[in-house]
Protein backbone atom coordinates (compact mmCIF):
# COMPACT_ATOMS: atom_id res chain seq x y z
CA UNK A 1 0.00 0.00 0.00
CA UNK A 2 1.01 3.36 -0.84
CA UNK A 3 2.36 5.74 2.19
CA UNK A 4 0.43 8.76 1.75
CA UNK A 5 2.00 12.36 3.36
CA UNK A 6 0.22 15.86 3.41
CA UNK A 7 0.38 18.69 4.93
CA UNK A 8 -0.78 22.54 5.01
CA UNK A 9 1.48 25.11 3.22
CA UNK A 10 1.06 28.21 4.94
CA UNK A 11 4.51 28.01 7.00
CA UNK A 12 6.37 28.38 4.00
CA UNK A 13 4.55 31.19 2.43
CA UNK A 14 6.60 33.18 5.03
CA UNK A 15 9.89 34.07 2.93
CA UNK A 16 12.28 32.98 5.34
CA UNK A 17 10.63 29.68 6.18
CA UNK A 18 10.93 29.37 2.79
CA UNK A 19 14.77 29.97 2.35
CA UNK A 20 15.27 28.30 4.83
CA UNK A 21 13.51 25.22 4.13
CA UNK A 22 15.31 24.92 0.63
CA UNK A 23 17.84 23.13 1.82
CA UNK A 24 15.48 20.03 2.28
CA UNK A 25 14.34 19.60 -1.33
CA UNK A 26 15.80 18.21 -4.07
CA UNK A 27 17.77 20.12 -7.17
CA UNK A 28 15.38 20.05 -10.19
CA UNK A 29 12.23 21.61 -7.59
CA UNK A 30 15.40 24.18 -6.76
CA UNK A 31 15.37 24.95 -10.40
CA UNK A 32 12.00 25.26 -11.17
CA UNK A 33 11.78 27.28 -8.26
CA UNK A 34 13.59 29.97 -10.35
CA UNK A 35 10.77 30.81 -12.68
CA UNK A 36 8.41 31.01 -9.58
CA UNK A 37 6.97 33.97 -7.92
CA UNK A 38 4.00 33.62 -6.35
CA UNK A 39 4.55 32.88 -2.29
CA UNK A 40 1.69 30.40 -2.03
CA UNK A 41 2.99 28.49 -5.17
CA UNK A 42 6.46 28.09 -4.19
CA UNK A 43 5.03 27.02 -0.97
CA UNK A 44 2.78 24.61 -2.70
CA UNK A 45 6.31 23.12 -4.11
CA UNK A 46 8.56 23.53 -1.54
CA UNK A 47 6.31 21.59 0.92
CA UNK A 48 5.73 19.16 -1.75
CA UNK A 49 9.36 18.54 -2.40
CA UNK A 50 10.19 18.55 1.46
CA UNK A 51 7.25 15.63 1.93
CA UNK A 52 9.23 14.02 -1.26
CA UNK A 53 12.32 13.67 0.72
CA UNK A 54 10.57 12.60 4.00
CA UNK A 55 8.58 10.12 2.14
CA UNK A 56 11.38 8.09 0.80
CA UNK A 57 13.28 8.28 4.08
CA UNK A 58 10.58 6.81 5.61
CA UNK A 59 9.85 4.19 2.77
CA UNK A 60 13.43 3.27 2.75
CA UNK A 61 13.69 3.02 6.72
CA UNK A 62 17.66 1.79 8.03
CA UNK A 63 18.43 1.35 4.31
CA UNK A 64 17.86 5.33 3.70
CA UNK A 65 20.98 7.04 2.09
CA UNK A 66 22.23 10.23 3.41
CA UNK A 67 21.55 13.68 1.53
CA UNK A 68 18.79 14.66 -0.74
CA UNK A 69 17.43 12.53 -3.42
CA UNK A 70 18.20 13.33 -6.56
CA UNK A 71 15.24 14.03 -9.19
CA UNK A 72 14.70 14.06 -12.55
CA UNK A 73 11.51 14.10 -15.19
CA UNK A 74 10.38 11.73 -17.76
CA UNK A 75 9.84 12.65 -21.27
CA UNK A 76 6.27 13.31 -20.39
CA UNK A 77 7.01 15.12 -16.98
CA UNK A 78 7.06 12.22 -14.59
CA UNK A 79 9.26 13.03 -11.60
CA UNK A 80 11.24 9.84 -10.50
CA UNK A 81 14.15 9.75 -8.22
CA UNK A 82 17.38 8.93 -10.17
CA UNK A 83 19.51 6.74 -8.13
CA UNK A 84 16.35 4.98 -6.19
CA UNK A 85 14.60 2.38 -8.76
CA UNK A 86 12.61 0.80 -6.56
CA UNK A 87 10.78 3.84 -4.72
CA UNK A 88 8.34 5.31 -6.55
CA UNK A 89 6.33 8.32 -5.72
CA UNK A 90 3.38 11.23 -6.56
CA UNK A 91 2.89 14.89 -6.06
CA UNK A 92 0.29 17.25 -6.01
CA UNK A 93 -0.79 20.67 -4.63
CA UNK A 94 -3.55 22.86 -4.35
CA UNK A 95 -4.84 25.21 -2.18
CA UNK A 96 -3.61 25.00 0.94
CA UNK A 97 -2.48 22.06 0.82
CA UNK A 98 0.52 19.32 -0.47
CA UNK A 99 0.12 15.70 -0.98
CA UNK A 100 2.73 13.30 -2.22
CA UNK A 101 2.45 9.44 -2.07
CA UNK A 102 5.47 6.98 -2.09
CA UNK A 103 5.04 3.50 -2.60
CA UNK A 104 7.49 0.28 -4.36
CA UNK A 105 5.54 -0.14 -7.40
CA UNK A 106 3.89 2.57 -9.78
CA UNK A 107 2.03 5.30 -8.11
CA UNK A 108 -0.09 8.20 -8.57
CA UNK A 109 -1.70 10.60 -6.37
CA UNK A 110 -3.74 14.12 -6.87
CA UNK A 111 -5.61 16.41 -4.46
CA UNK A 112 -8.10 19.36 -5.22
CA UNK A 113 -9.44 22.20 -3.72
CA UNK A 114 -13.00 22.34 -4.12
CA UNK A 115 -13.65 25.49 -6.48
CA UNK A 116 -16.90 26.35 -8.39
CA UNK A 117 -18.27 23.23 -10.22
CA UNK A 118 -17.72 23.28 -13.79
CA UNK A 119 -20.27 21.45 -15.54
CA UNK A 120 -19.06 21.62 -19.32
CA UNK A 121 -15.95 19.67 -17.56
CA UNK A 122 -18.45 17.00 -16.76
CA UNK A 123 -20.32 16.73 -19.99
CA UNK A 124 -17.18 16.35 -22.13
CA UNK A 125 -15.08 13.99 -20.16
CA UNK A 126 -16.57 12.47 -17.48
CA UNK A 127 -17.78 8.71 -17.97
CA UNK A 128 -21.72 8.41 -18.95
CA UNK A 129 -22.39 6.31 -15.56
CA UNK A 130 -20.25 9.35 -13.83
CA UNK A 131 -22.64 11.92 -14.86
CA UNK A 132 -25.42 9.74 -14.10
CA UNK A 133 -24.39 8.93 -10.88
CA UNK A 134 -24.13 12.93 -9.93
CA UNK A 135 -27.82 13.63 -11.23
CA UNK A 136 -29.00 11.45 -8.27
CA UNK A 137 -26.89 13.43 -5.73
CA UNK A 138 -27.60 16.19 -3.72
CA UNK A 139 -25.75 19.85 -4.35
CA UNK A 140 -23.36 19.32 -1.69
CA UNK A 141 -22.73 15.67 -2.16
CA UNK A 142 -22.40 16.30 -5.75
CA UNK A 143 -19.34 18.78 -5.18
CA UNK A 144 -18.09 16.32 -3.19
CA UNK A 145 -18.49 13.23 -5.54
CA UNK A 146 -17.42 15.97 -8.02
CA UNK A 147 -13.70 16.20 -7.23
CA UNK A 148 -13.59 13.01 -6.09
CA UNK A 149 -13.79 11.71 -9.42
CA UNK A 150 -11.15 14.22 -11.20
CA UNK A 151 -8.92 13.40 -8.31
CA UNK A 152 -9.64 9.78 -9.34
CA UNK A 153 -8.54 10.48 -12.85
CA UNK A 154 -5.70 13.08 -12.33
CA UNK A 155 -4.20 10.24 -10.05
CA UNK A 156 -4.67 8.36 -12.94
CA UNK A 157 -3.11 10.30 -15.71
CA UNK A 158 0.19 10.55 -13.19
CA UNK A 159 0.22 6.78 -12.78
CA UNK A 160 0.11 6.52 -16.59
CA UNK A 161 2.87 9.12 -16.88
CA UNK A 162 0.78 11.96 -18.20
CA UNK A 163 -2.04 9.80 -20.21
CA UNK A 164 -5.06 11.68 -19.38
CA UNK A 165 -6.99 10.83 -22.23
CA UNK A 166 -8.41 7.37 -21.01
CA UNK A 167 -8.51 8.08 -17.67
CA UNK A 168 -11.37 10.92 -18.78
CA UNK A 169 -13.30 9.15 -21.43
CA UNK A 170 -12.62 6.07 -20.93
CA UNK A 171 -12.84 4.41 -17.16
CA UNK A 172 -15.80 4.64 -14.88
CA UNK A 173 -14.40 5.67 -11.29
CA UNK A 174 -18.17 4.83 -9.69
CA UNK A 175 -17.31 2.21 -8.20
CA UNK A 176 -14.77 4.04 -5.91
CA UNK A 177 -17.54 6.37 -5.06
CA UNK A 178 -19.49 4.21 -3.74
CA UNK A 179 -16.97 2.11 -1.67
CA UNK A 180 -13.82 3.86 -0.87
CA UNK A 181 -11.64 2.10 -3.02
CA UNK A 182 -12.16 -0.46 -6.23
CA UNK A 183 -9.77 -3.12 -8.08
CA UNK A 184 -9.59 -2.23 -11.59
CA UNK A 185 -8.15 -4.46 -14.29
CA UNK A 186 -6.99 -4.08 -18.42
CA UNK A 187 -6.94 -7.18 -20.06
CA UNK A 188 -4.86 -5.24 -22.95
CA UNK A 189 -1.88 -5.17 -21.02
CA UNK A 190 -2.77 -7.75 -18.25
CA UNK A 191 -2.23 -4.05 -15.46
CA UNK A 192 -4.44 -4.06 -12.48
CA UNK A 193 -4.74 -1.02 -10.34
CA UNK A 194 -6.40 -0.02 -6.89
CA UNK A 195 -7.70 3.02 -6.74
CA UNK A 196 -9.01 4.69 -3.79
CA UNK A 197 -10.19 8.25 -2.38
CA UNK A 198 -8.05 9.49 0.33
CA UNK A 199 -9.09 10.99 3.74
CA UNK A 200 -8.75 14.98 2.97
CA UNK A 201 -9.56 18.39 4.93
CA UNK A 202 -12.93 19.62 4.54
CA UNK A 203 -12.92 21.75 1.22
CA UNK A 204 -10.67 19.13 -0.61
CA UNK A 205 -10.38 15.82 -2.43
CA UNK A 206 -7.64 13.18 -2.89
CA UNK A 207 -7.24 10.06 -4.23
CA UNK A 208 -4.14 7.56 -5.22
CA UNK A 209 -3.84 5.20 -7.73
CA UNK A 210 -1.43 1.97 -7.38
CA UNK A 211 0.02 -0.88 -9.24
CA UNK A 212 -1.38 -3.93 -7.84
CA UNK A 213 1.19 -7.00 -8.49
CA UNK A 214 -0.40 -10.40 -8.84
CA UNK A 215 1.86 -13.05 -6.74
CA UNK A 216 3.26 -14.76 -9.61
CA UNK A 217 5.20 -11.37 -10.72
CA UNK A 218 7.22 -10.63 -7.25
Not at 69 to 92: C, M, N
Not at 102 to 125: H, K, M, P, T, Y
Amino acid sequence: MAEIYMSQIKLLEDERNAKEALDGIDGLRKEELKNVSAPKKRAQMITAGLLVQHGAREHLGDQAPDGIYAVARTEKGKPYFTELPDVHFSISHSGNMALVAVSDVNVGADIQEWRELNADIAGRFFHPAEKEHLKHLTPSESEKAFFNIWCLKESYAKYAGGDLLQALEELDFTPVLEGGFAVFEFTENNDRIRAEILEAPHGYSAAVIEKLVIEEEK
